[in-house]
């Protein structure tokens, strides 16, 4: 898909087919997250791959929606915050940034592959560190099903570029 078309076609699907995500298209998702920048090329990410078959229950502790659990898979991003570069003057802390880029990545990957995703950030933290039994040092950022989707985009609801951007000072 070319690249401007792929932006405009990523919405936050909400309703999957139960279809499988073929291994080929899940392993191309995966890159993408790889080859995504990170500060000082750090890379403090970890992504947790769910299958959902037979997990439905356990899973949906973290998101409480039917259709989290709906496609086959479902993926977290982490961070390990002392991985991650810290800005010397302030001692800023990136790790939130990457870990948004990686999916970011991800996330149009799939899209350019046919697949939805939907960026989840609304999630029980607690429920998420028990199901995915993580480490004190690792923190989910965010989580996204993965799997064919069963709606249609809506509307782009966004601010007008003049809303948007601002010339030269504030
Ligand atoms: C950081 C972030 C967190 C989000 N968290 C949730 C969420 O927890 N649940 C949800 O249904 N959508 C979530 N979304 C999706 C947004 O609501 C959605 O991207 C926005 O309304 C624009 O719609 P679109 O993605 O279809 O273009 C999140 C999006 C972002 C970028």
């Known amino acids: 898909m070319e690249y ?4 405009a076609a990523r919405y936050s699907v909400r309703a999957y087919r139960p279809d499988p995500v073929e291994d080929e298209k899940l392993k191309t998702v995966l890159e993408a997250a790889r080859l995504a920048p990170t500060a000082a090329n750090r890379q403090p990410i970890q992504l947790i791959v769910m299958r959902t078959a037979g997990r439905e229950e356990e899973i949906k502790k973290i998101y409480r929606r039917s259709w989290f ?10 961070t390990i915050s002392s991985q991650a570069w810290v800005r010397e003057s302030d001692k800023f802390n990136a790790r939130l940034i990457d870990a948004a880029i990686v999916a970011d990545h991800l996330i149009l990957e799939a899209t350019n592959l046919g697949l939805g995703t939907c960026w989840i950030a609304a999630f029980n933290a607690e429920a998420a560190r028990s199901v995915l039994q993580l480490p004190d040092e690792v ?4 989580f996204t099903p993965l799997g064919y989707p069963a709606d249609q985009p809506g509307l782009k609801i966004r601010k007008s570029l003049t809303d948007l951007v601002r010339y030269e000072h504030w």
């Open 139 to 142: 923190e989910p950022v965010v």
């Open 4 to 7: 401007s078309e792929l932006i």
């Open 69 to 78: 659990v709906q496609a086959p898979l479902v993926i977290a991003v982490c």
